[in-house]
Every structure is written in structure tokens, then in C-alpha cells.
């Protein structure tokens, strides 16, 4: 299905502005009497990232259980890669996901698998890729996040850290569009929690991949949304400090009992007055 008219005003505001990957229009959600989403309009640009904060509870993973067909809303209309996905059948999502790369809190790896098997398991158990063009993609992507000397070890022999670079690396094997994140560093100390937000950025900026980055962890925020991958004089990839024009390419939402209750960029959180958004920030 593509793009069709009658589209939401603002899809049509995103339409004018580039080219939406995921658009969210007036979409609620509740279990029972519990409101969970109440109302949320967002659009998410190629090559963009959403960063969604909130206190736990918020809603912020149930948004990307909705954008992967998990759950479905009450109300409200939600696009992915120019698909209408609220209404689909499984069957109709599975073609969908295809085009997405999920990576979960504690990096789901098979234990029993190595790092390769892992990397490459989407596409040796989903595609017709032959097996020694995946073998030649798991060695690229783990090339690209530096661990490619690590293929034949078990997620027992990583660290934490290299855990969840490998499942950032199992998410982009199949080169989605699209690269949803459920609190990717969570639980890492904060130098090692850096190698994981380094990946985030150099894949959004050096495979121009969109991103919806879910995390209560402000430190990581503030870097994904604050930073570039860019190669330096010698082509070496370096990720360094955003310039303006960059930095816009983030946007933060905040949830609020169910309600977007701030959208914008780093420095306009930041200068915030609202004084639950001071308080959450401090």
C-alpha cells in the first residue's frame, strides 16, 4: 500500500518537509480503564531521530510496539516505511518488519548461537541469500562496529557492551530503513554505554538509517542527539560534537500522562521552563 488520499494534516506537514518514515496521527491507546497514550502525533523524517523520554510507565515502549504492529491503537492512524500499518493482519505486518530493526533492552542474543550466527540469523532464516553473501554482510556490519574479530565467540564471552553492539549489528544486518532501540544501554556503566551510543549515531549518520531511540538514561540522549559520525582528513571515522544544522536532525518527545508534553531539539529542552521538565532533567 502506498501514500494515498485522504492523508492526515500532519502527514501532509511531513510530506512537504522530506520524506516520513514513521508518522504517528492522533493515536491513543488503554487497557481497561488505564490510559496509556492519549492523542500522540509525531513524524519521524529519513535519515532523523526520535529520542523519547518519560517517566516509567509513560508509554514510550508501548509507541514502539505500535510501530511494529505489537499492539494496535484505539484510535488514531499509524504509517511505517509509506505503509498504513493500525489495520493490518500479522501476515500484512510480517512484510513490514522486514523493513525494521529492533533492538531490545538486554540484546535478546541466542545464547547458544556465536556472534556471527547471530548477526547473520535474519537473513539466513528469512531471505534466499545465499549463504556466503550473509557470511560476507555479518562480516561487513561487524566490521563497521568493530568487533570483527569476535564472529566465533558466544554472547557468554562478551561484555555487556559488546553484547549490545552485536544486537545493534543483528538489527542492521538486513540494511532496514528504520532502527528502533528499547533502552539499548540500560544497565551499562557510562564508558561502556558510550560504545553503544557511538554505534547508534555512526549508523544513523553514516547509513543515513532512521531511529527511534526510547531511554530514560539523559546522559545517552543528550550524546545520540548532540554528535556526528563523520570521517576525519585520514578517512577515519570519528563521532565529534554536532554542528547546528546536524543537531536538529534530533528531536526529543517527552510523555506525560500519556501526552507529548515537549517536542524539539537538545538546546530547546534544555532551555526549558516547564517545571516538570526541569525536574525530570535535574
Known sequence: MVLAAPRSAPLEEALGEGSPIVVLDRVSLAFDDKVILKNISFTLL?????IILGASGSGKSTILKLILGLLKPDAGVIWVNGERVDGMTELEMMKVRADLGMVFQEGALFDSLTVAENVGYKLFEESDM???????????ILGFIGLDDHVDRTPAEL???????VAIARAMA?????LLYDEPTTGLDPITAITVDNEIVKLRDIENVSSILVTHQLRDAFFVA???AVHDAAGRLQVVPAGLDK???????????????FEGHAAELRATSDSYLKTFLS
Open 46 to 50: 529519513k535519515g532523523h531521530t526520535k
Open 130 to 140: 545465499p549463504r556466503a553473501d550473509v557470511r560476507q554482510r555479518v562480516d561487513e
Open 159 to 165: 561484555s555487556g557492551g559488546q553484547r549490545r553492539r
Open 174 to 178: 538486513a540494511k532496514p530503513r528504520l
Open 226 to 228: 548532540t554528535h556526528e
Open 247 to 261: 543537531a536538529e536532525e534530533a528531536e526529543f518527545i517527552m510523555l506525560k500522562d500519556g501526552e507529548i508534553a
